[in-house]
């Protein structure tokens, strides 16, 4: 059972940035592809980044392209989302997710190819 911690969240204004962090344990980190995923108010939980279980591949969000950065730390298990230039729109519920993928070296964007999920940190991002 893989517990993941998120952190990093806050209130930022507009064309600020912000660093999320997941913190990993109860598991082997490499053998997982990791995921950072939003959700704002009345809307559905969308992906936003994903990264491969070795940090080579890597999948963004049209939305985000450009502006957000998703890598990992395989020796300190975490994973991390550079955002920069925020936009209002940005402001959501972002959550950490992992799925176990063995050998597998791509990065994953569907909701439920995901395993296991973080309770999600809060990113405001004001006008």
């Known amino acids: 059972q893989v517990q993941l911690v998120e952190s990093g969240g806050g209130l930022v204004q507009a064309g600020g940035s912000l660093r999320l962090s997941c913190a990993a344990s109860?598991?082997?980190?490499?053998?997982?592809?990791m995921g950072w995923f939003r959700q704002a108010p009345g809307k559905e939980r969308e992906i936003v980044a994903g990264?491969?279980?070795?940090?080579?591949?890597?999948y963004y969000a049209d939305s985000v392209k450009g502006r957000f950065t998703i890598s990992r730390d395989n020796a300190k298990n975490t994973v991390y989302l550079q955002m920069n230039n925020l936009k209002p729109e940005d402001t959501a519920v972002y959550y950490c997710?992992?799925?176990?993928?063995?050998?597998?070296?791509?990065?994953?964007?569907?909701?439920?190819?995901?395993?296991?999920w973080g309770q999600g940190t809060q990113v405001t991002v004001s006008s």
């Open positions: 997710a992992a799925d176990y993928v063995g050998y597998s070296s791509s990065a994953y964007s569907r909701t439920s190819e995901y395993d296991y």
């Open positions: 109860g598991g082997t980190f490499s053998w997982y592809a």
């Open positions: 990264i491969s279980r070795s940090g080579g591949s890597t």
